[in-house]
């Protein structure tokens, strides 16, 4: 399914609002998800089919010419394969009309995307981890989701329903004036709805093409840095050297104790077991659905404040540094990987990333991993050889400044947008680079080569390898390059 490219002046932007469906409507909800995961698996299990047979046939010794043909895996042969065997298919025979044509074009478009994920990554043309080959949803552990490209997808004119094709009108818990407002007034267009459970209820997101507005900041003329942590969030400092704090509302944290006693109540209860085929109690089934009620909180609690923060920082300065964290690292420390993941370093970049872009035109600048924020002196501009996690206090050695270690850092990421705006160093003089001292232990390099390995029979003497080639040094006292967003 190709992206969609909104025309000039306009941009892409989702509005999703929690429904209220009655018995009926949720019945058919979940009859329309469950299609779409039928036709992602009619459509992994047909292409498949040939790559098995193929291999089948190869063993035999059958040439390449008389091997069994590729299927394609194209949208558009799917929904062909898809149409003409729905008819005799005793998957689909006996139902396959109740729901609307959304509901398997859902499914087969995901599955194209899988298999050309999975072509990308083979070939190398796909960046992150290697993906593997398309695997069947479970029903038990699938994602309720369904899309809809075509039909009658509007909000009603009363500012309660929605309504989706053969779904009807479906009552929304929340008004949706913010975006009747938009399409009464031809500054939106809806594109597609997508229907989705998730935190115990049903969700209705339209993708819409809505007219680009920006809003201008309350301090265009200010740069801030955020240090984030763990006992704090966040830690603000501007380029006026105003330092903010904002606490850690620590969620789950406060909810520990009540999670304890719902999960206590779910162990006592007889639950499911696959080994023996065992079903769940209506007892147990109660239980759990407490106990996913106080994890839905904290996720809604978690989401709402991280929001609140986003939208406010950025809608205040017009620049904004934040560090490039390894989130996935840190969360392999088992003694802080709970207070970091209730923290959502990740999801505070995102939101900050999307929010200065298209709501305000602003710039998020995103300091190298390597820049040692928390080690240089925002004073003089001095580097600490070594700064371990527990020592909260930044005393310099060159001018005795003495300052919180969070407060220290924020303030040289603050000083790091003089850097991108007039390309002079932290202390903002012409044409020259901060000073930067390199105590005993400060000033260590990458090393520029790796061990070069012994040459192996059938290979040149004394020929690198791609993987051996020289890499440029690194010296991380110093200020590193930034990525600009």
Same mark, same amino acid.
């Given at each position: 399914?190709?992206?969609?490219?909104?025309?000039?002046?306009?941009?892409?932007?989702?509005?999703?609002?929690?429904?209220?469906?009655?018995?009926?409507?949720?019945?058919?909800?979940?009859?329309?998800?469950? #299609?779409?995961?039928?036709?992602?698996?009619?459509?992994? *299990?047909?292409?498949? *089919?040939?790559?098995?047979?193929?291999?089948?046939?190869?063993?035999?010794?059958?040439?390449?010419?008389?091997?069994?043909?590729?299927?394609?895996?194209?949208?558009?042969?799917?929904?062909?394969?898809?149409?003409?065997?729905?008819?005799?298919?005793?998957?689909?025979? /006996?139902?396959?009309?109740?729901?609307?044509?959304?509901?398997?074009?859902?499914?087969? /478009?995901?599955?194209?995307?899988?298999?050309?994920?999975?072509? %990308?990554?083979?070939?190398?043309?796909?960046?992150?981890?290697?993906?593997?080959?398309?695997?069947?949803?479970?029903?038990?552990?699938?994602?309720?989701?369904?899309?809809?490209?075509?039909?009658?997808?509007? $909000?009603?004119?009363?500012?309660?329903?929605?309504?989706?094709?053969?779904?009807?009108?479906?009552?929304?818990?929340?008004?949706?004036?913010?975006?009747?407002?938009?399409?009464?007034?031809?500054?939106?267009?809806?594109?597609?709805?997508?229907?989705?459970?998730?935190?115990?209820?049903?969700? $209705? &997101?339209?993708?819409?093409?809505?007219?680009?507005?920006?809003?201008? $900041?309350?301090?265009?003329?200010?740069?801030?840095?955020?240090?984030?942590?763990?006992?704090?969030?966040?830690?603000?400092?501007?380029?006026?050297?105003?330092?903010?704090?904002?606490?850690?509302?620590?969620?789950?944290?406060?909810?520990? %104790?009540?999670?304890?006693?719902?999960?206590?109540?779910?162990?006592?209860?007889?639950?499911?077991?696959?080994?023996?085929?065992?079903?769940?109690?209506?007892?147990?089934?109660?239980?759990?659905?407490?106990?996913?009620?106080?994890?839905?909180?904290?996720?809604?609690?978690?989401?709402?404040?991280?929001? %609140?923060?986003?939208?406010?920082?950025?809608?205040?300065?017009?620049?904004?540094?934040?560090?490039?964290?390894?989130?996935?690292?840190?969360?392999?420390?088992?003694?802080?990987?709970?207070?970091?993941?209730?923290?959502?370093?990740?999801?505070?970049?995102?939101?900050?990333?999307?929010?200065?872009?298209?709501?305000?035109?602003?710039?998020?600048?995103?300091?190298?991993?390597?820049?040692?924020?928390?080690?240089?002196?925002?004073?003089?501009?001095?580097?600490?050889?070594?700064?371990?996690?527990?020592?909260?206090?930044?005393?310099?050695? /060159?001018?005795?400044?003495?300052?919180?270690?969070?407060?220290?850092? #924020?303030?040289?990421?603050?000083?790091? *947008? /003089?850097?991108?705006?007039?390309?002079?160093?932290?202390?903002?003089?012409?044409?020259?680079?901060?000073?930067? &001292?390199?105590?005993?232990?400060?000033?260590?390099?990458?090393?520029?080569?790796?061990?070069?390995?012994?040459?192996?029979?059938?290979?040149?003497?004394? *020929?690198?390898?791609?993987?051996?080639?020289?890499?440029?040094?690194?010296?991380?006292?110093?200020?590193?390059?930034?990525?600009?967003?």
């Amino acid at each position: 399914m190709k992206k969609f490219r909104p025309q000039p002046g306009f941009v892409v932007r989702a509005f999703r609002f929690a429904l209220d469906p009655n018995a009926a409507q949720e019945a058919a909800l979940r009859s329309h998800c469950g #299609a779409a995961r039928a036709a992602y698996n009619w459509a992994v *299990a047909w292409v498949e *089919a040939s790559w098995w047979q193929r291999r089948a046939e190869e063993s035999y010794g059958v040439s390449e010419a008389g091997l069994t043909q590729w299927r394609p895996w194209s949208l558009p042969s799917l929904r062909k394969a898809f149409n003409a065997a729905k008819h005799t298919d005793p998957r689909f025979a /006996a139902w396959w009309e109740e729901n609307s044509k959304e509901a398997y074009s859902t499914g087969l /478009a995901n599955a194209a995307a899988a298999f050309d994920n999975y072509a %990308k990554s083979k070939r190398g043309q796909r960046k992150g981890k290697r993906v593997g080959m398309p695997r069947f949803k479970s029903k038990r552990k699938a994602r309720l989701s369904c899309r809809f490209t075509t039909g009658v997808m509007r $909000v009603d004119t009363d500012g309660r329903h929605v309504t989706l094709p053969r779904l009807g009108a479906i009552r929304t818990h929340e008004p949706t004036a913010g975006l009747l407002g938009r399409v009464e007034a031809g500054t939106a267009r809806i594109l597609s709805a997508t229907v989705r459970h998730e935190r115990g209820r049903w969700f $209705v &997101s339209f993708q819409t093409e809505v007219k680009c507005g920006l809003e201008r $900041v309350a301090r265009p003329d200010t740069a801030a840095g955020i240090d984030l942590g763990v006992k704090t969030l966040a830690v603000m400092a501007d380029s006026t050297g105003e330092i903010r704090t904002v606490p850690n509302p620590g969620h789950y944290d406060r909810a520990r %104790k009540q999670l304890r006693r719902a999960s206590r109540i779910v162990s006592r209860r007889q639950g499911p077991d696959r080994r023996t085929g065992q079903k769940p109690s209506k007892r147990w089934e109660k239980a759990n659905t407490a106990r996913n009620k106080v994890h839905h909180r904290v996720a809604n609690l978690r989401e709402d404040s991280l929001h %609140k923060l986003t939208t406010a920082v950025a809608a205040e300065y017009s620049t904004i540094v934040v560090e490039d964290l390894n989130v996935a690292g840190m969360l392999r420390n088992r003694r802080l990987a709970r207070r970091i993941a209730d923290a959502g370093f990740g999801e505070i970049r995102r939101q900050l990333d999307y929010k200065t872009r298209q709501r305000h035109a602003t710039r998020l600048v995103v300091a190298d991993r390597w820049y040692p924020s928390s080690k240089i002196c925002s004073r003089c501009g001095a580097v600490k050889a070594k700064l371990p996690l527990h020592i909260r206090i930044y005393e310099c050695d /060159a001018c005795h400044l003495v300052i919180d270690r969070d407060d220290n850092a #924020a303030l040289n990421l603050a000083a790091l *947008a /003089a850097v991108v705006v007039t390309g002079t160093g932290v202390a903002g003089d012409q044409d020259t680079a901060p000073a930067v &001292s390199k105590p005993r232990g400060a000033d260590q390099k990458t090393r520029a080569t790796r061990p070069r390995r012994k040459a192996s029979a059938g290979r040149a003497g004394g *020929a690198i390898l791609p993987h051996q080639r020289q890499t440029e040094t690194r010296d991380r006292t110093q200020a590193e390059p930034l990525t600009l967003w």
